[in-house]
């Protein structure tokens, strides 16, 4: 293939075991699912996971056993589901490993390790357990180099030694995978309404993969640089996906699908019911398109198709 | 003329709507605070500004969101852009006038938890969602209002975790937590309106919702809740009613 364009399945095997990885979107859009799925399939294992709020891209990582490790602020669908549940289920079974932050204070520990400095100061956490606590023991800290040694650190400003503010580490992933509306085979990449922290995630990682719903022409793109929020020299590697964010909304092309979603949340709530979930969408389909023929194809997908000028689907049944 | 039957879902949604003053800055989450300042956006508010921290700011949304990184906040939105620009620039730089909050667990200090129960939280026997950008809007909005079903367990003398920071221990507390704005101003809850004294910070009643009493709110409130002088809350007007019915929530998303 030309340029940068790569299978996605060839793109998902180039993550080893115990990878540290961030993946983009917020909550209910623009996940890499596709992606994901693929992971599950490879039967990945010890992953370790950067993000502020994900929603069912790292619950599904989870509940496929996939996570060793994670550092976050939020884990839920929103609305949908107002804590992830194989999430949950993990902390609460003692599972997994994870320390807690803020949204704002992860957004800032990715743009640190994007503009190649150590740390970023913010005038958020105090006062907060987020200081107080911490999840992950110094003894786990110590056993992999890639987590920061401190969680924080609480300092007055040399400038002013009435003005407090938190330091919180740099992230450093060794990927960054994102689900975007449009690529090219060149790595130019365009985002669509929010950008979410896509692109610092993208910056602070060694290898950024990028599957897009749409592979143009890379002219197209430059057209527009302003809209081109991730310079190309950082990407990688770049995947054709269409509904590659599916059950989750891409601005433009589609909504989340409130059915899967649905049966997603309802499975998650038992184990056999959730491995069944696995077996009939993930693991028991050989790929991206026998995901979109098990949930429902062409039908299914028609009915959640955005419509202008909205960018989503204003008649959309959400209650299901 | 007869005040309109109304369920608590929606009482709580015009309280909170009530709160916002026209013109100010909105950061607004998920469910109750967006139904709340949606309605303001269409009644007494039609100048607030909804900011979402996914991206957005000055939406005019057409359809109520499911999520902050819904497709639906980019209606009419005057910029879209990613969180570092709302968290640094909008949240941090002092440009939001209210930001509204909720939680699992709320003390007499507006202190909130949202991550989890149980004395160590490396071993919860429940787990929540985590802060998301809950703790960020309490240490930096001007001021927060917070949003809780009123039960006597979510409202415990002290909370198993601070994710969100409200006046801490009271008094100065918070000032001298190096936090420099904020802090919570109300909590609208399904069964009245809590205050905070100025002089020490803490929880008093306000008002309790039509039809209560103000021993009933403090005997479901888990710490001591001072009622002197609370009133009855006016009741929804029909007209919000109607707007949050018709036009905010046709779908019954969140109004139960």
Redesign the interface.
Known sequence: MAGKLMDLKAAAALVPDGATISIG??????HPMAFIYELIRLGRRDLYLFG??P?GDWDILIGGGCVKRVE?????????N???PR??RA??R?EIEWE??????M??RF?AGAMGIPFMP?????????I??E?L?PEQRAADPRTSPRKLH?MDSPFNPL???VLVPAIHTEFAVLHVQKATDQGTVRIE????????QAMCADVVIVTAEEIVEDDVLRGEPERNPIPSLAVNHVCRVPYGAHPY????YY??DPLQLKEYHESAKDDAAYRRYLDRYVVGVKDQVGYLEAIGGSARLESLK?KPP???R?DL???V | MATPRYTLTELMAVVAAREIADGEVVFAG??LPMLGVMLAQRTHAPRCIII?????VASRL??LP??????????GAAT?????EV?TFV??AGRVDVGFLSGAQVDRFGNINS??IGSD????????????????I???ARRTIIIAKHEKRRFPEKVD?????GW?AGGT??TE????RGGPSSVVTTIGVMRFRPENKEAYLASFHPGLTPQAVAEATGFPLDVTGATETPPPAAEELRILREDVDP????LR
């Open positions: 979107g917020f909550t209910t859009q623009r502020h709020s929603g976050l602020a939020y884990e839920a669908d929103e609305a949908f107002t804590v992830g999430w949950r902390v609460e003692g807690d932050y803020s949204n704002f204070s957004v800032a743009t913010v005038r958020s956490l105090l006062g907060s357990d987020l107080r606590q999840t023991t609480v003005d407090r503010v309404g929010q950008t979410f922290a896509d692109v610092q909304a891409v601005f433009n909504d989340y955005a909205f960018g989503y204003p049944k959400r209650r | 998920t469910g979402f921290e996914a991206g957005t057409a359809h499911m999520s902050v990184g819904d497709p639906r906040v980019m209606r879209a852009a990613g969180l570092m968290f949240l941090q991550t989890s939280p490396r071993r919860p026997s429940v787990r929540f969602s985590g802060s998301g950008g809950a703790c960020d309490a240490c930096l975790y601070v994710t969100s920071p801490l507390s918070r937590s190096g936090l420099i779908e019954r998303i969140f």
